[in-house]
């Protein structure tokens, strides 16, 4: 296994809708595996498959006791709001505040691509419509005020030139 290289804005990757997985076996056991590993090396919650590279409908995370594989995720229902503040490791963690539904219902196949639904609220919530947004080519940056993205931005910028 393998910690593998996050892609990082503007890379094209980040901005294109994924294709559909289709294929569930050992290889995509494999990848599952290699993403779980890169995002807990770079402390994530969740991570997209475009965020390795793979324009593919696949994220895994590990928020707040829920540690699941989406393929092909989709939000079936959201509703309420909370107010928060969000990151994302393509975006070089560089965080502001937006607002999200409070309690979302996900529906999506696991590795092996058996359908399942789960619910959640909060942060766990704010993380299912993260990672569906990559999945879509939208990354939380898009969602911001154009004030607030540029800020954001801005930020991330300089940190890539100091490292
Ligand atoms: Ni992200």
Known sequence: MAVLKITEFPERVLKQAGEPVEEF????????????????????????????????RLFVMDCEGLRLVAANPE?????????????????GKVHAPLRRAERVRLRAQDVR??????????????????????CDGVLFIDRLTPLRREMVKRRFQKLRKWR
């Open 25 to 56: 076996g050992a290889e995509l056991e494999r990848l599952v595996s290699e993403m779980f590993e890169t995002m807990y090396a770079e402390e994530g919650v969740g991570l997209a498959a475009a965020q390795v590279g793979l324009p593919l």
């Open 75 to 91: 939000i079936v229902s959201a509703e309420g709001a909370q107010e928060g503040e969000e990151g994302c490791l393509s975006v």
């Open 113 to 134: 691509g058996e359908v399942f639904e789960q619910e959640a609220e909060g942060l766990a919530a704010r993380c299912f419509l993260h990672e569906t947004d990559h």
